[in-house]
């Protein structure tokens, strides 16, 4: 009879993302073991019922190294010398470089397959985890050309486990998408944050829900936002550049607007319109989104 494909698991690294990690496995029955540089947040984690703080006395079947991408390489090889687990997955959300990193120093890339969860919060730390946190999102498995089936077969039943959706991709396609989807949207959410800081209080009183939605993100971690921006900077680069000169269209329309000659505002106003258009049809393509809902939703954006 076949034995279970996943019957024990370590963590380690109890922030926001391990720890939910824990969370959700112990909601499906499985005890983690729970391993932190930090032991207080491994406490922590336990204390909120993620599982049980301390090293296996014989190999689990997956461990999950859920550390910043700069450490994830370290800690692999690390944790495999020390054979805490037979296979082993991460959470990061760069994937190239980490595999390019684990191969230079000898990691055993058959027992290792990638892994980032599309999933998160602006909070940090084991407090903000969830155990739902993953419920119905990708996540997107990145394996080595050399990696064996079990290794895959034991990740993805980790994100099933977590109620998410097993997502296969090749690492440096996964880096674009996540540059465009999320890194790069960091980047503008936060530069745009930090405008609010010369505001004063009569200003940022008529602060509403459109500002709001669009610096949400901006509350991340920044030391750690430092760390995957600086993992991915290729691939950013490359969307913000585009993005740049964009931005740079709509400065000239604007100012075209306000000190141009008067036959060139129809031109000025037609490529902001073109623009704002383009802005509801990228939005659009969202999953989960219904052809139009932005224009429906659009008389409420500045409230």
């Not at 689990?60 to 944790?79: E, G, N």
């Not at 895959?152 to 109620?163: F, I, K, M, P």
């Not at 936060?190 to 509350?219: K, N, W």
């Amino acid at each position: 009879m076949a034995q279970p494909l996943m019957r024990s698991a370590a963590v380690v690294g109890t922030g926001l993302i391990g720890t939910s990690i824990a969370l959700a496995l112990r909601g499906r029955g499985l005890v983690p073991y729970l391993i932190d540089a930090d032991p207080a947040a491994a406490r922590l984690a336990a204390d909120l019922g993620a599982g049980v703080v301390g090293v296996p006395r014989t190999p689990v079947d997956l461990a999950v190294i859920a550390v910043p991408p700069r450490h994830v390489a370290t800690v692999l090889r690390q944790q495999q010398l020390q054979g805490l687990a037979h296979d082993f997955t991460d959470v990061a959300s760069v994937k190239e470089r980490i595999q390019h990193e684990a191969a230079a120093l000898g990691c055993d890339l058959t027992r290792f397959v990638g892994g980032h969860p599309m999933a998160g919060r602006e909070r940090s730390g084991p407090l903000a985890a969830r155990e739902e946190l993953f419920r119905d999102r990708p996540w997107v498995l990145t394996p080595a050309g050399d990696a064996h089936g079990r290794a895959l077969d034991r990740a993805t039943r980790l994100a099933e486990l977590c109620g998410a959706r097993p997502v296969l991709m090749d690492p440096r396609r996964h880096d674009r998408a996540v540059a465009l989807v999320s890194h790069a949207p960091h980047v503008v959410a936060s530069l745009l944050a930090a405008r609010l800081v010369r505001g004063d209080a009569s200003e940022l009183g008529l602060a509403g829900q459109g500002v709001r939605d669009a610096t949400r993100i901006a509350g991340g971690d920044p030391d750690l936002w430092t760390d995957i921006l600086g993992a991915n900077a290729a691939a950013v680069v490359d969307v913000l550049t585009e993005f740049a000169g964009e931005l740079d269209t709509v400065v000239e329309a604007l100012r075209a607007l306000v000190d141009g000659p008067p036959e060139g505002r129809p031109a000025a106003r037609g490529h902001l319109n073109t623009l704002l258009v383009r802005g509801v049809d990228g939005r659009d393509r969202l999953p989960g989104r219904s052809p139009g809902e932005a224009r429906l939703s659009g008389a409420a954006a500045g409230a």
